[in-house]
């Protein structure tokens, strides 16, 4: 018997249950494997990364109901949150929850009052004090905290138009209350002068250098300028310095603070060059310190072509500096200086890449003061190495009339092409060779100024700088340099102007006879003279020995791969380079430029240290090995 057909109406109905049906068989949660990038990009997805919450925020947002509340009412939802918080019913997460929401807020349009809230809430879950526990550092919001809490530090203190940051006392409004800021202005004095014009430098992007050197931590990384302090002889920070400081903003007791809405802070202001953590709950944190884009915004801007290409030129340019020695930072008792000397047309801007590398090292930090030594590189080289004597002994004489402190008694000079010959004459007693070489009368025979017999014994009768204790020869020209004696050299040299006092010394000595010096007829007495092999210089010292009691070591660059002991650098021949008599030598396969080189860079670090050891175990002051404990600020508050 044969059925009537279904109506079409109700067969697409049944179709319709049986899907249904059949679909709610299988479940809507699913899997997917994917990639390890695919996953770090999930756990580290928040607001800093990719301007979205986090799923930890996001988790919170859900179990309060607040989700679709805080992407349409925004400011609602962040109040909601901390009155639950305020009422006892939250906790951490719920704090975390409000830092991220607030930052975001912030760089969408809450601006200023949400980027110090942000902070707030950041700086109470880190440190929440009482009987809470902090959160565990494998807890991924233990650095994003951190974080949000700098970067909202640098943002919520910014200045009026946005170019810096305002250190100082004042009252800011928060979404919830208000925050009342303290300082003490006392803490701007830095090594005798004040800083000042703080610049978020986390935010730069650094060309020029090719490592980027951060010291993680809590606080807002800044760049601070100084004005001029009292200087002393022979020695001064460099005027257009830039030093790393950290700002932190310490809120005591911060999660009831914060729930009442009045909330009162401490702004401190901590250089790097004196302090490398806080105590925080009692217990040591470190500071975020930005070294690398510090320097590099120093440096940015500096006219350097001028400076060394003038500097070889005109021989007065840096005569009304007053001091040739630098540094930059104050002068720090117990830590051995490091005086780097630069070479030819060049300048202390050409030491940064080895400056950078090495103050990233916690044992050479905290160990040793870097100082720079700048000169004219056209003037005669005997004149310049007696600058640099001079400063060095007046330095001494002024940072430490009493003899003190012995780590000032134990100087590395390190000199780069011509600056190792001013390097090498800081550490010899020529006697009378060099006047000899130069003179076939004793100085009170000759007819000459006083001015000018003072100036030419003092630059000939040279002795050992008594706190030079080790010198670092790199591509100098010990037996000359071969670029130095070709034409093109010869006429460059040519247009050199001697200053004045240098004039007229050549003059008086134009105008003496052949029986009085081997000068007589001489055209030129600049370091390019002084430079090309087999001059009077460059013979006479490469047969004075090194002082007793003062360690040399040489790094010599040799291009290519061929032998080294016939191979040069561009402008230095090894057999030039190679003196006997020192420690050690390192042969580096490079250029002249090769204090760049990260080869060159790490055989100054082991010798810088090999020098500590040394000079530590003769004072019977030696400390564990390692890099030692971090500087700790005694501030507690």
């Known amino acids: 018997m044969r059925h009537p057909p279904l109506p079409r109406g109700f067969a697409v109905a049944v179709l319709l249950v049986w899907t249904l049906l059949a679909g709610g068989c299988a479940t809507a949660v699913s899997v997917e494997r994917v990639d390890h990038g695919t996953v770090h990009q999930q756990l580290t997805h928040n607001v800093l990364s990719a301007h979205a919450l986090s799923d930890p925020t996001h988790n919170v947002l859900r179990r309060w109901s607040l989700t679709d509340r805080f992407l349409t009412q925004p400011e609602n939802a962040m109040a909601d949150l901390r009155a639950l918080v305020t009422q006892g019913h939250g906790g951490a997460d719920e704090i975390f929850a409000l830092a991220e929401m607030s930052f975001l807020h912030a760089e969408e349009r809450g601006g200023p009052p949400y980027y110090l809230a942000s902070a707030l809430y950041a700086y109470a879950f880190l440190f929440p004090g009482g009987l809470d526990q902090p959160p565990s550092p494998y807890d991924p919001r233990f650095r994003l905290a951190t974080d949000l809490y700098n970067r909202s530090l640098t943002s919520g203190l910014a200045t009026e138009d946005r170019t810096g940051i305002a250190i100082r006392e004042a009252r800011h409004p928060l979404p919830f209350g208000e925050l009342d800021v303290a300082f003490d202005s006392r803490e701007l004095v830095w090594g005798g002068r004040q800083l000042t014009g703080f610049f978020p430098v986390a935010e730069l992007q650094v060309h020029g250098l090719d490592a980027r050197y951060r010291q993680p931590g809590i606080g807002a990384p800044l760049a601070a300028g100084t004005t001029q302090g009292t200087l002393a002889k022979g020695f001064q920070v460099a005027p257009r310095v830039k030093t790393p400081v950290t700002a932190l903003l310490r809120i005591p007791d911060p999660r009831r603070q914060i729930m009442g809405g009045q909330v009162r802070a401490q702004l401190e202001l901590y250089p790097a060059s004196e302090t490398e953590a806080v105590l925080i709950d009692r217990q040591p944190v470190p500071l975020e310190v930005e070294h690398t884009a510090t320097l590099a915004y120093m440096l940015d801007g500096m006219p350097v072509w001028e400076f060394e290409f003038g500097g070889f030129l005109r021989g007065g340019l840096l005569d009304k500096m007053p001091s040739r020695l630098v540094a930059l930072e104050p002068y720090r008792s117990g830590r051995i200086p490091v005086v780097f000397v630069h070479g030819t047309a060049s300048s202390p801007v050409r030491w940064a890449e080895m400056l950078n590398d090495l103050r990233s090292d916690p044992r050479i930090r905290d160990r040793f003061q870097f100082w720079f030594f700048s000169y004219e590189t056209g003037n005669p080289v005997p004149y310049s190495a007696l600058l640099l004597r001079d400063a060095l002994q007046e330095a001494v004489s002024t ?12 100087m590395v000079v390190i000199g780069h092409s011509q600056g190792g010959l001013l390097t090498k004459l800081t550490a010899v007693d020529t006697g009378a060779r060099l006047w000899n070489a130069a003179f076939r009368k004793p100085p009170d025979q000759l007819q000459l100024d006083p001015e000018t017999r003072d100036l030419l014994t003092r630059a000939l009768f040279i002795k050992p700088v008594p706190s030079v204790k080790r010198l670092v020869f790199i591509a100098t020209p010990h037996g000359g340099s071969y670029v130095a004696g070709n034409r093109i050299s010869q006429f460059v040299a040519s247009l050199v102007r001697l200053p004045g006092r240098l004039l007229r010394v050549s003059s008086e000595i134009g105008k003496l006879d052949d029986a009085s010096t081997t000068l007589a007829g001489q055209t030129g007495f600049g370091s390019v003279h002084a430079m090309t092999p087999g001059s009077l210089l460059v013979q006479t010292l490469a047969r004075t020995p090194i002082a007793a009691g003062v360690k040399a070591h040489s790094i010599i660059a040799v291009r290519g791969d061929g032998p080294v002991e ?27 430029s090769t204090q760049s080189d990260p080869r060159t860079i790490e055989e100054v670090r082991r010798i810088l240290l090999l020098h500590w050891d040394e000079s530590c175990t003769k004072r019977n002051e030696c400390g564990p090995p390692g890099a030692g404990a971090p500087r700790v600020a005694s501030r507690t508050r």
Request: no cysteine.
């Open 399 to 410: 940072l430490d009339p009493s003899g003190r402190d012995p780590a000032l008694h134990e």
């Open 566 to 592: 016939t191979g040069d650098d561009g402008v230095v021949e090894y057999k030039s380079a190679h003196i006997d008599g020192v420690e050690s030598e390192y042969i580096v396969r490079s250029g002249h």
